[in-house]
């Protein structure tokens, strides 16, 4: 999957020097702007924000429809499948990407990764209504995302790392005093978001229920109990959903041989990794490469 700056080169076709920065990045967006960047969603290593100003937007989102209305933040972290189905032609929104490596890297991960995924271990969806006065202390950090990636600051990166922190800090304040009483348990919600942690870390290796269950010191079947009992679906569903993005994204953007790209995803051998692509795609990987 692409970072933010590949990304920015590879499928978007800017010049490198009109790229604002490689790990953070902020900018307004309206209904066509969105719908492209959907189509590329399966291509984005990146954690992303979306505050509704202005219309509405439609997405299903784990098999259910939700509707985006201004005051809604939208929170999307990589692996999981959305389809934007529908919008207004007034959309607008401001959007803050950030590259998931750095954030996995940043000091404050457990915070972080609580962030993303507290939405959806609470109300089983990735998003947060917020007061008016909220709103506006998110959209100053992300309009200053917007200033501070197109000037000339000494230290820009580190600016922006800094305002990235601000806004999840934030962020993460809201969601605390919108939770108030857990829906589930705490060790119920941090066992899943510990879950989402290792996911993207180990997926190519790690195909097995028990890799994940043994790193959270639970049992197999209770790992399984608590991902379903949040989201509806299964560790398989989520380890399959992630090893289907990564196929794709290797189809599309390289010529490796598909035997490569088997060993690659750690498949046991090319025979495999097609029957696999063929039953999560609906299409064998070869005729997916001559379409893409």
């Known amino acids: ?40 969603q399966d291509t984005l290593a990146a954690y992303t924000y979306t505050l509704v100003e202005q219309g509405w937007l439609t997405l299903i989102y784990n098999g ?18 959305v389809t934007i189905v529908g919008g207004s032609e007034d959309y607008r929104a401001i959007c803050l990407m950030a590259d998931e490596g750095m954030t996995l890297q940043m000091p404050t991960i457990r915070d972080i990764i609580r962030t993303a995924y507290l939405p959806i271990a609470e109300w089983g969806q990735p998003v947060v209504h917020i007061t008016e006065a909220d709103l506006r202390r998110l959209s100053r950090h992300m309009h200053d995302v917007i200033e501070y990636q197109q000037s000339a600051h000494r230290f820009r990166a580190e600016v922006l790392r800094t ?17 108030g009483s857990h829906k589930y348990g705490e060790r ?14 180990h997926f190519v290796q790690h195909h097995d229920i028990a890799f994940y269950a043994s790193q959270l010191c ?17 560790v ?57």
Request: charged residues 20%; aromatic residues 12%; glycine residues 4%.
């Open 188 to 201: 119920t919600t941090e066992i899943f978001i510990g879950f989402m942690r290792l996911l993207p870390k």
């Open 218 to 234: 639970i049992t197999t079947t209770h790992l399984s109990r608590v991902v379903r009992q949040i989201t509806g679906r299964t």
């Open 64 to 81: 259910r429809q939700l509707t985006l209305e201004p005051g809604d933040l939208y929170i999307y972290s990589p692996g999981f499948q």
């Open 1 to 40: 999957m692409y970072a933010i700056k590949d990304f920015f080169l590879s499928v978007i076709g800017a010049d490198e020097t009109d790229i604002p920065s490689s790990e953070i990045t902020c900018s307004q967006t309206d209904i066509r702007l969105t719908f492209y960047t959907n189509q590329m």
């Open 163 to 179: 305002l990235y922190t601000l806004f999840l800090l934030d962020l993460t304040d809201i969601q605390e005093r919108a939770v």
């Open 236 to 292: 398989v569903d989520y380890i399959n959903q992630m090893l289907l993005m990564e196929a794709s994204f290797l189809l599309q953007t390289t010529d490796l041989p598909l035997a490569t790209i088997a060993e690659r995803l750690c498949f046991a051998d090319q025979s495999s990794f097609s029957k696999f692509f063929l039953r999560m795609k609906s299409i064998n990987p070869k005729r997916f490469r001559m379409e893409k």
